[in-house]
Structure formats: structure tokens, C-alpha cells
């Protein structure tokens, strides 16, 4: 099946922990993204990569950290540094041309801190 | 500023009935706008895509509409089923002249269909 996998679904971090959520996508999409959603905010952007070995901050990249080694796996790590972890963190992906075209979104991993 | 407002927050209606939500942005250079539907703790999925010169565009019950002029759009849900309780997302793409541009999310509707 082709698609955007996240795993794990649910993810649980104790204070002072970093801790990494895998974004697969099987798609050969070039660009792929990470974004939060808080309950009641619309999603914001964390990091994004428009090509392997190259990513951007978005707009709320501070505490987190992002590689791209692979076209296909796109990790964003949560580190200590970050204040307020407990999110909900979808991660997507684009294919060329994607002024028309539309983002696919995974399924979504839910992080709580302890 | 580029800001995307949604409207209502939340909606409750009856199985069967039609809704329409509403969505007003500021986002210039503009781009395009799309709408998703994100069901309780997924991701979310692609309902429509709309560009500048795209009035209407129709997705099964799923209807929307754009004015570019007064820079709104709206989602009609015709028919409504259980299954249409979920999220509904309002993104706007500003034009970057051909490379990326920025989205920007609304916050969503939240709709509740009832038996």
C-alpha cells in the first residue's frame, strides 16, 4: 500500500527525556513536513524538507530537531529543550508541483509527557 | 497579517440535515485554499482544493464554494451522515510566484451529527 506512516500512535516521555517520531512515506513525494495541533489551534508548522539532506525551521521549531537522510523517513525528535510537548504531531508530505496539488497527512502520534 | 477564521467553532446537527461552514481569510498573495476533514485523533484528509479562478468545486455531498473578492469560503455538507462528525480544516496557500508558499490553518469546525 502506498502511503504516510507514523509511528508509534501513542508515545508517552517522561519530563527531561528526548524522544523521536518516525515519519515514512512510500509516496516519492519530495517534500515532507511536521506539524503540531494543540486543542483549539489550527496546525503550525515545526520543520519542513523540500529535499533529502535539506530542511527549514518552520514556525515553532524551538526544542525540536529534524533529518532528512532518507527521501522516504523524515524524524522529528523532541527534545528536552522543548517546553510544552504534549501534542498531537502530524507529519506530511507533498508531491512536485504542489502549488495544486495537496498535502497528504499521516496518521498522527500523540505525545504526552509524564 | 495572513490569517485563516472559521466559522462556527462547533455545530451540532441532526442526521440527515445540511450544514454549511463558513471560512474567512486575509492571505494575500493568494494562492489557493483547501478543505479537510479530520476525524477524532487521525490525520487529516483532503476534501477540496480551490484555486483563484474555481468558483464551485463538488466532492460527493461535500460542496464548495470560493469568493475570491470578499476573500471567503464556505463547505456545504448536503444529506448529513454519522460518519461526517470529524473537523473540518480550512487551509490557505499564499503564492510564493511558483515555489512554495506558506499554509495557513484555520483553527476548524467541530461537527457533531446526531441520530
Known amino acids: 500500500d502506498g502511503g504516510i506512516t507514523q509511528s508509534p500512535k501513542y508515545l508517552f516521555r517522561k519530563e527531561g527525556q528526548n524522544v523521536t517520531l518516525s515519519c515514512e512515506q512510500n509516496?516519492?513525494?519530495?517534500?515532507m513536513y511536521w506539524y503540531r495541533q494543540d486543542p483549539g489551534q489550527g496546525l503550525r508548522l515545526i520543520y519542513y524538507?523540500?529535499?533529502?539532506?535539506?530542511?527549514q525551521k518552520g514556525d515553532i521549531a524551538e526544542g525540536y530537531s529534524v533529518s532528512r537522510e532518507k527521501k522516504e523517513s523524515f524524524p522529528l525528535t523532541v527534545t528536552s529543550a522543548q517546553k510544552n510537548p504534549t501534542a498531537f504531531y502530524l507529519c506530511a508530505s507533498t508531491p512536485p508541483g504542489w502549488d495544486t496539488d495537496t498535502q497528504y497527512f499521516g496518521p498522527g502520534t500523540r505525545l504526552t509527557v509524564l | 497579517k495572513n490569517q485563516v477564521e472559521q466559522s462556527p467553532q462547533s455545530l451540532i446537527i441532526l442526521e440527515g440535515k445540511n450544514c454549511t461552514l463558513q471560512?474567512?481569510?486575509?492571505?494575500?498573495?493568494?494562492?489557493?485554499l483547501r478543505w479537510y476533514k479530520q476525524d477524532t485523533g487521525r490525520g487529516p484528509v483532503s476534501l477540496t482544493i480551490?484555486?483563484?479562478?474555481?468558483n464551485t468545486k463538488s466532492n460527493g455531498r461535500y460542496t464548495a464554494t470560493l469568493d475570491a473578492d470578499t476573500k471567503q469560503s464556505s463547505l456545504h455538507i448536503t444529506a448529513s451522515q454519522l460518519s461526517d462528525s470529524a473537523s473540518y480544516i480550512c487551509?490557505?496557500?499564499?503564492?510564493?510566484?511558483?515555489?512554495?508558499?506558506?499554509?495557513?490553518f484555520g483553527k476548524g469546525t467541530k461537527l457533531s451529527v446526531k441520530p
Open positions: 524538507s523540500q529535499i533529502v539532506n535539506d530542511f
Open positions: 509516496l516519492n513525494h519530495d517534500a
Open positions: 487551509v490557505v496557500s499564499e503564492d510564493y510566484g511558483g515555489s512554495q508558499g506558506n499554509l495557513i
Open positions: 471560512c474567512n481569510y486575509t492571505v494575500s498573495p493568494f494562492s489557493n
Open positions: 480551490m484555486t483563484f479562478s474555481e
